[in-house]
């Protein structure tokens, strides 16, 4: 008694206000009565006080007269400030004193008091939170009812809880209704727990519940695969094992066959106990009929190419691959099988001289500096031999920074080398042609005075046969020669003039020989009908050409060169490089002439000059020509493309000379200023491990 009346003194004014409230009801008890009441209050007090529920104790009105400290920690409502005021102050959305529909709602309360109400409530410094509310009726010891007894949860986390677990629900369920999939769930005894629409209508069934407790059996398809999902089932639910993208062919009712493809995982509660199998099926059939298509027209795409000689190749950057197509193999010979699709592939076949052109191509293609090329190449024949093909290339860039692919085609090529190798001969024999009456000039005039030498030589050999011959005579006869015998034989042969001018016959006649040994190794040079690509000294090229050409310049103008001596090899054809030079040269002459007949009074002069440009030759060639007007600039290597007269010029020159050094992988360029002269700049490319050492 001493604890409950402790406890009265802690709760204060609030049961001080209830036994107020009962005399203000005039409520006359008697004293035993008044005991048993006040008994009964402390009791509660006792109970609740320390409970973790909020207790609040109302009047018939639903007034305040008492709560716990639970209901102060809730609510932040001290007891002071509770009492007398409606309980359903704190609750969001309420009439704060609405009195008559806070004892309605009690009573309806308390005539459920094991079902209650979730409500929203608000705490004194306004956090909302969600409260389980039940309520009895309060009734003291004469079965009088007094009031209420209302009971309060705080629920708010298992509210939000249970609402992201709700969401998260109808999220999943939205997931799996819009998947392109028909998607299942099993229990243990193989019977549906449900599935989403897709599902239910791929087998005629409008509503998915309808499936939920049924099995297989229920559904309209053929036994053997009724057969194939139970013995699946069953090996998941045994083993645990998942069922990965299982191919399957099913036969509909129409006779077409459906291809799907089947996954099936076992699930498990939060203990990990198995409880069923989640399984998804997709209808593949439109992407198998696609496939099937693609790979026909494919399959037609590659026979055709394959007819005309051209093969597709289409290299990923991202993982290295390369696709060869069966057309790309049987050019060299290969069938489809014999031959793995792989960079590696293509670089074994490529021809080591090919090499420099193809990594600079892959190069410029990565370094976007083009989007597409075209090269020639010589890949290895099953044969052993190498064919020539054209390989065209274009770039796939994945943005404005990145090339992700590269794709193209080769076709053979190899009559058409032939044929231009045929016709690039035919050139040299008809530069040979053209050029025949100069070297004619230019063999004639050393062998004329090496002719006239050797016929003095034979006449000398006469005179000093004579003088040998009476030396003799006179040993014979006298046994001796004397001096002024001796004299007098020498002096009626002319020996002092022979031995003045024979050395110099024969000096000349050897300087005559060996520039008509020049000027033919220069013609070999330039009819040479070899294509291999060898280490070429460009600077023997150059006297070669500058010797071969002279007879077009040398009545017009001096040709002067300033030749780099520690100038490294190219890679190159000689005869086609040779050709080039003595093209540019005759033009040059040609230009000189023509500014000659306008009559600049100037003195002709063509410059040629080699130098060692980084991973490059670069070769210039200078005249102080008539120049080239800026319009036809751009049109000079375009073949048949010509200025000079009738029957002088085909405008094959520079175009033959264009292509023969894009064929090397080197590059021409042209400056000219009318009247003053042109410049014709050749950069060739070293070979390989030079450039890179070079680089380094």
């Not at 709700?166 to 799996?176: D, G, N, P, T």
């Not at 048949?640 to 009738?646: D, G, I, N, Q, S």
Request: charged share 25%.
């Amino acid at each position: 008694m001493l604890f409950a009346l402790t406890l009265m003194g802690t709760l204060g004014i609030g049961v001080g206000l209830f036994l107020g409230e009962v005399r203000t009801r005039g409520l006359q008890k008697d004293a035993a009565a008044l005991r048993r009441t006040s008994d009964m209050l402390t009791k509660i007090a006792a109970a609740t006080e320390h409970s973790e529920r909020a207790v609040v104790i109302t009047d018939r009105d639903g007034r305040i007269e008492w709560v716990n400290k639970a209901y102060t920690h809730l609510l932040g409502l001290a007891p002071k400030a509770a009492v007398g005021r409606p309980w359903t102050i704190l609750m969001e959305g309420e009439p704060a004193n609405d009195v008559i529909e806070g004892q309605r709602r009690l009573e309806r309360l308390a005539a459920n008091p094991l079902g209650g109400i979730d409500i929203l409530a608000r705490t004194a410094w306004g956090r909302p939170l969600w409260l389980r509310v039940r309520a009895r009726h309060a009734v003291v010891c004469s079965a009088e009812r007094t009031g209420y007894v209302i009971v309060a949860i705080d629920i708010t986390e298992t509210k939000r809880t249970r609402e992201t677990a709700e969401a998260e629900h109808e999220l999943l369920k939205a997931v799996i209704e819009v998947l392109p999939a028909w998607v299942f769930w099993k229990g243990l005894d193989g019977r549906y727990l449900g599935c989403n629409s897709a599902y239910a209508r791929r087998f005629g069934i409008e509503d998915p519940t309808a499936l939920i407790g049924k099995s297989v059996d229920a559904l309209e398809v053929p036994d053997h695969i009724k057969e194939l999902a139970v013995a699946s089932d069953r090996e998941i639910l045994e083993a645990g094992r998942s069922v990965r993208n299982a191919r399957l062919q099913v036969i509909v009712p129409d006779g077409r066959v459906m291809h799907v493809l089947s996954n099936k995982v076992p699930f498990y509660d939060a203990q990990g106990t198995m409880k069923g199998i989640v399984g998804a099926v997709t209808d593949i059939t439109p992407l198998v009929e696609a496939h099937n298509q693609v790979l026909e027209l494919q399959q037609r795409y590659d026979l055709a190419l394959g007819c005309a000689g051209v093969g597709v190749w289409d290299w990923q950057l991202d993982d290295e691959s390369l696709y060869l197509s069966p057309g790309w193999k049987q050019i060299l010979g290969y069938a489809d099988s014999e031959l793995r699709s792989s960079p590696a592939t293509w670089l074994d076949l490529l021809h080591d001289s090919d090499r420099p052109g193809m990594r600079r191509k892959v190069r410029e293609l990565l370094c976007m500096r083009s989007s597409d090329g075209a090269l020639e190449q010589r890949l290895r024949h099953r044969d052993g031999g190498y064919r020539w093909v054209l390989v065209r290339a274009r770039s796939v860039a994945s943005d404005a920074r990145s090339v992700r692919r590269i794709v193209g085609t080769i076709t053979d090529i190899s009559e058409i080398k032939r044929e231009q190798s045929e016709a690039a001969q035919a050139r040299r024999l008809q530069a040979i042609g053209q050029l025949a009456a100069g070297v004619a000039h230019e063999v004639n005039t050393p062998a004329q005075f090496v002719g006239d030498n050797l016929r003095f030589l034979a006449d000398s050999v006469g005179n000093f046969t004579a003088i040998i011959g009476g030396i003799r005579s006179r040993i014979r006869e006298a046994g001796q020669l004397s001096a002024e015998a001796a004299s007098a034989l020498l002096a009626a042969n002319d020996f002092e003039y022979l031995e003045a001018e024979c050395p110099k016959a024969a000096a000349q006649s050897l300087e005559g020989m060996a520039r008509i040994s020049k000027i033919i190794r220069a013609l070999k040079q330039l009819a040479h009908p070899g294509q291999e690509r060898l280490p070429t000294d460009v600077n023997d090229v150059i006297k070669s050409a500058v010797t071969v050409s002279a007879n077009e310049w040398k009545y017009v103008a001096t040709v002067e060169a300033d030749l780099d001596e520690k100038l490294p090899c190219v890679l190159a054809t000689p005869g086609e490089l040779h050709q080039v030079l003595v093209n540019i040269l005759v033009n040059a002459a040609h230009a000189i002439e023509s500014a000659a007949s306008i009559g600049d009074g100037l003195p002709g002069v063509i410059l040629v000059t080699s130098r060692w440009a980084g991973d490059a030759v670069e070769l210039r060639v200078t005249d102080n020509g008539c120049g080239i007007p800026e319009e036809i600039r751009r049109r000079i290597f375009e073949p048949f493309f010509t200025t000079k007269a009738v029957g002088r010029g085909t405008g094959q020159g520079l175009a033959l000379v264009h292509n023969i050094i894009s064929q090397h992988g080197g590059s021409i360029g042209v400056e000219s200023e009318v009247g003053r002269g042109t410049t014709f700049i050749i950069r060739l490319p070293l070979q390989p491990p030079l450039a890179k050492a070079v680089g380094e």
